[in-house]
C-alpha cells in the first residue's frame, strides 16, 4: 500500500460529491434505511447502521433525514426493497473496477452501469473478473493536525488496538484492518482519545494501473458517471490517482 493514499483518493472522491450533497445525502439515506431494516433501527444494537449514521454525520446530513430513514424502514408505511448488487470490469487501460449498487430495479441498474462502461472506454466482465485484485480491509483514518503524538506511538497504540498496520502521509495516519476487528479496533482507539476523519469497511487495491492522456480522462469520466448514478453507492477502482496531483 506504500505510496498510495487511499485516503487521499476517497477525499478526492468526497470533494467531487460535495458539488451534488443533495445526491449524496439520497444514497446515504439508502443505505441507512437497508441497514436499519436489516438489522434493526438500534444503532447501538446495529453495528452497520451505526457505522453509516457516522459516515452520513460526517457528510454533514441533517438529523431528520437520517431518523427518517431509519423511520422508513422500521415502520410498516415503506415497502420499497434494495438489493445490492455488484458488478465488475475494466475501464481503460486495463484498470480493474468494481460498483456497488442498492437498487429496487436490477434490470435498470444493470443497463445504466452497462452504458457507462461503454460510452467511457470500459467493459463489464464476469463476476469474479477483478475482486481477486482488491481485499476487503477497515480503514481508520486520523488527520494529524492539532495531534500530539508522533508516528511511532501512533503506529504503537494502532497494533496494540489490534489493528494489522498504519500508513502514515503528510496529513493523515490511516490505520488498517481486518473486516472482523474492525469494530473493536475503532472503539479502542476512540477510548485512547482519537477521533476519526474516515471510518468505513473498504476494498484496497492490491496492485495499482497507471494511465496518462486519453485513457486517463475517460477512466475519470467513467468513475464520475457511475458515482452519479442513484443506483450506485460505492465506485471501486486500483487506478493510480497519485498523478493527479502532479
Not at 116 to 128: M, Q, Y
Not at 166 to 195: A, N, R
Not at 199 to 219: F, H, N, R, S, V
Request: charge should be negative; charged fraction near 30%; glycine fraction near 8%.
Amino acid at each position: 500500500m506504500a505510496g498510495h493514499s487511499k485516503w487521499k483518493n476517497i477525499q478526492r472522491r468526497k470533494n467531487a460529491q460535495d458539488a451534488k450533497r443533495g445526491k449524496l445525502f439520497m444514497k446515504l439515506a439508502k443505505e441507512i434505511y437497508v441497514a436499519a431494516k436489516t438489522g434493526g433501527g438500534d444503532p447501538a444494537a446495529n453495528p452497520a447502521l451505526r457505522l453509516v449514521i457516522e459516515k452520513a454525520r460526517a457528510a454533514n446530513m441533517p438529523n431528520e433525514n437520517i431518523e427518517r430513514a431509519i423511520k422508513k424502514a422500521t415502520g410498516n408505511q415503506e415497502q420499497t426493497n434494495y438489493e445490492e448488487v455488484r458488478y465488475e470490469g475494466y475501464g481503460p487501460g486495463g484498470v480493474a473496477v468494481m460498483v456497488v449498487c442498492l437498487t429496487d430495479n436490477k434490470n435498470r441498474t444493470a443497463s445504466n452501469v452497462r452504458v457507462a462502461f461503454s460510452k467511457n472506454g470500459g467493459n463489464l466482465g464476469e463476476t469474479g473478473c477483478v475482486s481477486y485484485l482488491f481485499e476487503r480491509k477497515g480503514l481508520l483514518v486520523i488527520a494529524r493536525e492539532g495531534l500530539d503524538i508522533d508516528e511511532d506511538d501512533m503506529l504503537l497504540q494502532a497494533i496494540e488496538a489490534g489493528a494489522e498496520e498504519m500508513e502514515t502521509t503528510e496529513d493523515s495516519f490511516e490505520i488498517y484492518t481486518t473486516p472482523e476487528t474492525f469494530e473493536e479496533v475503532k472503539e479502542k482507539l476512540e477510548k485512547q482519545g482519537f477521533s476519526f476523519a474516515s471510518a468505513e469497511i473498504t476494498m484496497i487495491p492490491q496492485t495499482y494501473t497507471t494511465l496518462a492522456g486519453d485513457d486517463l480522462k475517460k477512466m475519470l469520466k467513467l468513475i464520475d458517471t457511475l458515482e452519479d448514478d442513484d443506483d450506485v453507492q460505492e465506485v471501486y477502482h486500483n487506478l493510480d490517482e497519485s498523478v493527479l496531483d502532479e
